[in-house]
């Protein structure tokens, strides 16, 4: 894992090596083991190195052998040893063993599609000599991120928007329709970022970059067809034989792989499989929570860990960890997000890297296979939007927005009976209802978004027309694994980790994984109530039945209890203060009284305040401070 960066000139001058090496100072970070340039007229491309594979020879830039070709890649490419087989047997010569020079040989050998070969996680930028041509590229479902912006005649590049910003004439402006899907989606999908100018480059896309300007391509055309006959046995079968390859292929590295583990079954299986390979104790991690002793994982870790002989550390997090890591939070994270348990996973970063430099995780299993509650929601939708409106919308809603608390069940009351499918699924991840953000938003930022999300349909629509002739559960799923994971979970995840110097890999995302699952009915994924229901089936294979179906904790954090008490401070600074930012952008009568029913529990508006928050810390650390 490292971080790219660099600068192309679309007029042909000099590259200002002052700035590359700016720009890539600011992500040393994501990889503190070494750095490199290469610097030739118009291009210029930095890297930073986490030393993971062929430590003593796969320094970057690496060029090929007549040297027109110079590339930098952050991720990991797990197929790395077959193709390179592949491309010695078509007369490639190699001078390492890292999977970055296989990337060089398969441009030389497919050209642009050479990306359609590589089962891995990476953005990778490869200057073209011959064709004067930039190639990027990100990996198929976005777990590594890579940004871009033109400034002046400048095309900038880099795992990290800080590194952009090192160009002084980078603007540091606020997205005005950004934070119209903010507040509706609870993040900014791609391509945009809550900079103005700023972009990040899609999943599954790959980009040209030369004097005749920028050209973006979707290089992944998968989309689902739902196979109709086959036995569950079979399935099962085939998707334990995909996941373990998977796990095979994800542990290979010249340096110790760990785990970060909960008492749920996604990592639980990963560790049963990892302790197979791995051929001694897998190093495992864990995080708890002061005052969260109803949700820590921590026990059913220990026991897990117990079980497979694994070497187990855990952290139990406080309010004083949290206050403190705030002040660096959204300079980690660069683009606020509605998700209370994102720092959760700084901490079990930081306590993993300091035994290991790579690990896996058991994030991604989730979104494909319908492991959240909205799902169960989407699923009655079907049903729930043909009842009549005088009884979905004129009783039930009423009697909900009324009586309940429950900040999911009034969501559902608000989107559950709305007949388009895609403005449902808008509305099933909105905690900010349109009324909400009527009374939130300042007049001015009324007359450039609108409240009712259109911004955020239009941002979707694109996933939406792969699938739109399918069931509604497997639209959402397909878009939730495309925009909502890259651009929030998987987001939060990198940039946390990388802040450690610790690469985080993914096997539930191998996206042989993904498009096997894509093609199963939505009965096999959501079975009644009960989501990743094959999922768990084929997991029996590798843990008991008490664990497989023990319910889900995640990183549940009592952050609540924290803002109420401890870190009650945070809401005053970053939301009630004459100093805040959120009041150029939202009413300040209406955050009071939004804070006030949610102290007096007459409300549970947490979520609706941590967004506010994280919009604050943001703006903080890097508008108002410009």
């Not at 040893?81 to 020079?101: N, Y």
């Not at 390859?245 to 996604?266: E, H, I, K, N, T």
């Not at 009592?558 to 809401?571: A, C, S």
Request: with cysteine; net charge positive; glycine share 6%.
């Amino acid at each position: 894992m490292c971080g790219i960066c660099g600068i192309f000139d679309f007029k042909g001058a000099p590259v200002d090596r002052d700035l590359l090496a700016r720009m890539t100072s600011t992500i040393r970070h994501r990889g503190p083991d070494g750095e490199g340039f290469y610097v030739q007229g118009p291009i210029g491309l930095g890297h930073r190195r986490l030393s993971i594979i062929d430590l003593e020879g796969g320094a970057q830039p690496i060029t090929n052998e007549d040297g027109t070709l110079q590339i930098i890649f952050n991720g990991e490419i797990y197929n790395f040893i077959e193709l390179r087989e592949e491309l010695k047997a078509k007369g490639h010569i190699f001078k390492t063993r890292s999977d970055t020079e296989v990337i060089l040989h398969g441009y030389e050998e497919w050209g642009l599609e050479c990306v359609q070969r590589f089962n891995g996680i990476f953005a990778f930028a490869l200057w073209d000599s011959k064709r004067k041509r930039l190639f990027l590229a990100r990996d198929h479902l976005g777990v590594k991120p890579l940004y871009y912006a033109t400034v002046g005649d400048r095309f900038l590049f880099a795992s990290e928007i800080k590194a952009l910003l090192a160009d002084q004439e980078c603007p540091k402006e606020v997205d005005v329709k950004a934070l119209g899907q903010l507040f509706t989606l609870r993040y900014v999908p791609s391509p945009d970022t809550m900079f103005r100018g700023i972009k990040k480059l899609p999943p599954a896309h790959s980009m040209t970059v030369s004097t005749s300007g920028v050209e973006i391509q979707r290089y992944w055309h998968w989309t689902p067809q739902i196979r109709q006959e086959a036995s569950e046995k079979d399935l099962i079968a085939q998707y334990q034989d995909l996941v373990e390859d998977a796990v095979r292929l994800q542990m290979r590295s010249d340096v110790p792989v760990g785990l970060f583990l909960s008492s749920g079954v996604d990592s639980g299986a990963l560790l049963a499989l990892m302790s197979k390979y791995a051929g001694k104790p897998v190093h495992t991690f864990t995080i708890g929570f002061e005052q969260g002793e109803a949700s820590n994982e921590t026990h059913d870790a220990r026991e897990m860990a117990a079980r497979f002989g694994a070497d187990h550390s855990e952290m139990i997090v406080g309010p004083k960890d949290y206050q403190a890591y705030y002040d660096r939070y959204m300079w980690d994270l660069e683009e606020p997000v509605g998700n209370e348990t994102a720092a959760a996973f700084y901490f079990v970063s930081l306590i993993t890297s300091r035994k290991v430099k790579v690990a896996l995780t058991g994030q991604g299993a989730d979104e494909p296979w319908a492991g959240y509650h909205r799902y169960i929601g989407v699923k009655l939708s079907r049903f729930y939007s043909r009842l009549p409106r005088f009884l979905t919308d004129g009783i039930v809603r009423r009697i909900v927005e009324k009586s309940s608390k429950n900040e999911r069940l009034q969501r559902g009351v608000v989107s559950l009976s709305e007949q388009d499918i895609l403005t449902r699924l808008v509305k099933i991840y909105s905690f900010y209802s349109s009324a909400m953000k009527a009374k939130l938003f300042q007049p001015w930022v009324k007359e450039q978004i609108s409240t009712e999300g259109r911004e955020a349909r239009q941002a979707l629509r694109r996933l939406q027309a792969d699938v739109e002739t399918l069931d509604p559960l497997t639209q959402m799923l397909y878009i939730d694994t495309r925009s909502n994971l890259p651009d929030d979970l998987l987001m939060v995840a990198d940039k946390t980790a990388m802040a450690n110097s610790l690469e985080a890999r993914v096997p539930y995302l191998d996206h042989r994984l993904v498009e096997f699952v894509e093609t199963l009915p939505p009965d096999k994924k959501l079975r009644w109530f009960t989501g990743k229901y094959l999922h768990k089936k084929a997991l029996e294979k590798w843990l008991p039945k008490e664990v497989v179906y023990r319910k889900k904790k995640g990183f549940e954090n009592p952050i609540d209890k924290w803002l109420r008490g401890r870190m009650r401070f945070y809401v005053n600074e970053c939301l009630l203060s004459d100093r805040s930012a959120v009041g150029r952008y939202f009413d300040r009568a209406y955050i009071r009284e939004l804070v006030a029913q949610h102290e007096a529990k007459n409300q549970n508006y947490l979520r609706h305040i941590y967004l506010l928050i994280s919009f604050e810390l943001w703006h903080q650390k890097f508008i108002s401070a410009s």
